[in-house]
């Protein structure tokens, strides 16, 4: 969809779980082995990262100023139950929550994630497409932080064309 750079950090993680899910054309990549293997899911695990997924992008609507698509599991409820262990690097102190298995989950992973871009300040900044046929994920690296659309080229230009025609031009 986009044509923004990834999100910075482990944020790439939750704008690639939450991208998994073409809204214009239905494509859901976690319905393939492939889309599994991506986030180390077996298929038993889809319906869980789906609805992690939705509330993910429900919050990321949020940062954008935009009502949820749909109702869904609060993401905190997901989140609180994500096994996370705080580590503590030895060279230079720095602490951080980290996934408690060796091999975690992605619930867990996506909750480090969170912990992480709360930690640095970009949480925020992932949003969700306005336009209601897309909902995709982007980071929003405009200066003010105010951005609107995953691609202006694209969802932006319908949305302006759109209000556009309806002024009657």
Request: proline share 7%; charged share 20%.
């Amino acid at each position: 969809m986009s044509e923004r750079s990834p999100a910075p950090g482990s944020l790439a993680l939750v704008e690639d779980l939450v991208n998994t899910l073409d809204m214009e054309t239905g494509a859901d990549s976690l319905g393939t082995p492939q889309g599994r293997a991506r986030f180390g899911l077996a298929e038993g695990d889809v319906p869980a990262a789906r609805e992690l997924r939705e509330s993910l992008r429900a919050a990321l609507l949020a940062h954008a100023g935009h009502p949820p698509h749909r109702t869904v599991t609060p993401l905190g409820d997901l989140l609180a139950a994500a096994p996370l262990v705080v580590t503590v690097d030895a060279a230079d102190g720095t602490a951080a929550l980290a996934p408690a298995a060796a091999r975690p989950a992605l619930l867990s992973r996506v909750a480090a994630a969170v912990a992480g871009a709360l930690a640095d300040g970009t949480w925020m900044r992932l949003k969700a497409c306005e336009a209601a046929d897309c909902h995709w994920a982007y980071y929003d690296r405009s200066p003010a932080g105010r951005g609107r659309w995953c691609s202006m080229q694209v969802c932006g230009a319908r949305a302006k064309m759109r209000r556009y025609r309806a002024k009657g031009a």
